[in-house]
T-cell receptor, first 109, second 113 residues
Framework: GQQVMQIPQYQHVQEGEDFTTYCNSS?????IQWYKQRPGGHPVFLIQ?????EVKKQKRLTFQFGEAKKNSSLHITATQTTDVGTYFC?????????FGKGTKLSVIP | DAGVIQSPRHEVTEMGQEVTLRCKPI?????LFWYRQTMMRGLELLIY????????DSGMPEDRFSAKMPNASFSTLKIQPSEPRDSAVYFC???????????FGSGTRLTVV
């Protein structure tokens, strides 16, 4: 199936720095989902965005859905060591839209 | 709720042997998905069920792979015969709506030697 593209693939940040990962699709999405997978763990659903231009916040995490509904971003303010893991987006609209390859975040204490 | 339950957590088997992975979805979730995760290919959808009926198995890599869902609370993914390239983490996930967030199980780490 079609994939959404995620960048960057890896990101190393100093604790306290901000972090952003981007998700891009060539087709319009009905919604986009974000997941976090801790090392050795399983993906955990974080949030779903549905509306064009939608912005949602979860504590230090800010999720945005683009106006054209083809891209999305996840921004973490002041990273902590507990933020370590891989962040995946999944473009939905059809089950055939698969997960992105993810952005692996490392936080240096 | 206990979440999505998968067993076993780890499986080491010899090439050529049959492997059966098991999954119990969250009660009330009508959709069940089987994913495979590797470093090279990321998360791949293998097959998914709606109300116990297989909807699309186009992601199943070969005839060696088969999946069943005999009832709403149980599904199996079988590999026969297994090969070293099948080594991966296999996740089961369930959802009450197709295009909403999935709840994943803890996965089965399969190693075929």
């Amino acid at each position: 199936g079609q994939q959404v593209m995620q960048i960057p693939q890896y990101q190393h940040v100093q604790e306290g720095e901000d972090f952003t990962t981007y998700c891009n699709s060539s087709t319009t999405l009905s919604n986009i989902q974000w997941y976090k997978q801790r090392p050795g763990g399983h993906p955990v659903f974080l949030i779903q965005l549905v509306k064009s231009g939608e912005v949602k916040k979860q504590k230090r995490l800010t999720f945005q859905f683009g106006e054209a509904k083809k891209n999305s971003s996840l921004h973490i303010t002041a990273t902590q060591t507990t933020d370590v893991g891989t962040y995946f987006c999944r473009g939905a609209g059809s089950y055939q839209l698969t997960f992105g390859k993810g952005t692996k975040l490392s936080v240096i204490p | 709720d206990a979440g999505v339950i998968q067993s076993p957590r780890h499986e080491v088997t010899e090439m050529g042997q049959e492997v059966t992975l098991r999954c119990k979805p969250i009660s009330g979730h009508d959709y069940l998905f089987w994913y495979r995760q590797t470093m090279m290919r990321g998360l791949e959808l293998l097959i998914y069920f709606n109300n116990n009926v297989p909807i699309d198995d186009s992601g199943m890599p070969e005839d060696r792979f088969s999946a069943k869902m005999p009832n709403a609370s149980f599904s199996t993914l079988k590999i026969q015969p297994s090969e070293p390239r099948d080594s991966a983490v296999y996740f089961c996930a369930s959802s009450f709506i197709e295009n909403y967030g999935y709840t994943f199980g803890s996965g089965t780490r399969l190693t075929v030697v």
